[in-house]
């Protein structure tokens, strides 16, 4: 299916009006990155994992971002406590199922909190997502060891199981729901040399979702934005360190011109 270059600038200009809370139980490698980027493209990010704190958070906001990135049964707990009150509440779930299929204990705690919580969207790279599917396939590390094209009959295995959207991201982008196929074929081959920007695609799907309820096309447009960031900030830098910085700022100078004259969707 094809997106529109306007649509997909409406979410973003919503993300800007509005600026929609988005928890976050995430890893310790990636807060700073995903929070600057929340913030480069208007949206309120909070980073909490107290199990104290975490209901009320995920009760007021627009959305719930989990991520399985450095584990520890603390944080599962305050996941598992968060996604139920999200879930109670009707606000979106985006799951990233960092190194499923790396460690039985990843893929085990990524299950079982789709089990107990369903997301509206699950988001990872092509290892990630055939083995939530149970498709005996390991990760080297948290990196992908499959493209994400063969990972796209995995993907919409879940999303017809789980009633969610399941994005798999890599050179090329598959976004899948019942209803849709997307491909976003933005980006740049600079982006996975930073760590921590596949986590930050989750992260931007979460304030796509809390503006967009059609959650197949929430995640469509955060691919997109997330690509074409990525292609300008490229044109600017020297190598991965300079993409970091100059990535933030063209979620901020993000234009509709960019999208109209970038998007390969």
Known sequence: MT??????????????????????????????????????????????????????????????????????????????????????????????????????????????????????????????????????????????????????DAAKILAREIGCTVCVTGETDYIVSAQALYEVKNGHALMPRVTGLGCTATAICGAFAAVNPEFDKAAAHAMAVMGIAGEIAAEISSGPGTLQVNFIDALYQLSETDIKKRLKA
């Not at 789709?114 to 080297?140: D, F, H």
């Open 3 to 152: 997106l529109q270059p306007a649509n997909i600038f409406k979410d973003v200009e919503k993300i800007r009006e509005n600026a929609p809370l988005v928890h976050n139980i995430t890893n310790y490698v990636v807060m700073n990155t995903t929070a600057n980027a929340l913030l480069a493209i208007g949206a309120s990010p909070v980073m909490a994992h107290a199990v104290q704190e975490v209901e009320d958070l995920a009760g007021i906001a627009g959305a719930l971002v989990l991520n399985i990135g450095t584990l520890n049964d603390g944080w599962i707990d305050a996941m598992f406590r968060a996604a139920k009150t999200a879930k109670s509440k009707q606000v979106p779930i985006v799951l990233d199922p960092v190194g499923a299929g790396a460690t039985p204990y990843r893929t085990q705690t990524a299950k079982d909190l789709i089990r107990a919580s369903a997301p509206s969207i699950i988001r990872g790279n092509g290892s990630e997502i055939m083995a939530l599917c149970g498709q005996s396939q390991s990760t080297k590390g948290v990196d992908s060891t499959s493209e994400s094209n063969l990972a796209v």
